[in-house]
């Protein structure tokens, strides 16, 4: 038998999110069973036109139109995906007839007119977000590789903060204790360090 294929009309139905749209699928499909095409159902041609155009409202109305997120798949970032569909459920619906469906493709895809501007809007507003979280994300993994890659660096910055702490941690020691070491040792201190790795006592001289 020869192959056909049949354009549907572009039709108005709400999506999964019940935002109106418009579509229409061309459908390739060739009789099987001459048998069963003649004598199962009145007129082939005519059923397969109305079991297409149904399928194509049900597929619309189970997916919706744009979705951000990938785990849900949306009439327009996976179109792959929702034609094998179509395809499936077409060729179940005309499967009495013997028809066998070879491709179902959508064709036209877009918002119902009364609600194309604001969804436009909303489109380059999500886009707008994306770009700033992709920004922000790339300027954070530039940071942490930086740090990452030059050790050395972060090294050499602990040493510093840890040697002015336990500058500040001396010299307040060296006060705090003046009296009491002019008492028992004139002209001596002795401050333990009490910070960083251990090492022997220092002594710092005192004025007279």
């Not at 028992?184 to 201190?189: F, L, N, Y």
């Amino acid at each position: 038998m020869r192959i056909r294929n049949k354009e549907t009309p572009t039709v108005k139905v709400n999506d999964a999110d019940g935002n109106p749209i418009e579509i229409a699928a061309v459908v390739v499909w060739q009789v099987r069973d001459s048998a069963r095409a003649t004598y199962g159902v009145d007129d082939f041609v005519a059923f397969v036109d109305i079991q297409s155009e149904t399928a194509l409202r049900h597929i619309a109305n189970v997916h919706p139109y744009d979705n951000t997120s990938t785990e849900i798949l949306s009439l327009r970032d996976h179109t792959d995906e929702v034609a094998v569909q179509l395809a499936t459920e077409i060729a179940v619906r005309v499967a009495p007839a013997g028809v066998d469906v070879i491709e179902a493709r959508i064709t036209r895809l877009s918002y119902a007119p009364e609600i194309a501007q604001v969804m436009l809007q909303r489109q380059q507003a999500g886009a707008v977000i994306a770009a700033r979280t992709r920004i922000v994300d790339g300027a954070v993994g530039w940071s942490r590789w930086r740090w990452r890659v030059s050790p050395r660096r972060a090294s050499s910055n602990s040493t510093k903060n840890e040697r002015r702490r336990w500058s500040r941690t001396s010299s307040s020691c060296c006060a705090a204790t003046a009296g009491r070491n002019r008492s028992s040792t004139p002209g001596r201190c002795t401050v333990a360090r009490v910070q960083g790795p251990p090492v022997r006592a220092q002594e710092h001289p005192l004025a007279a």
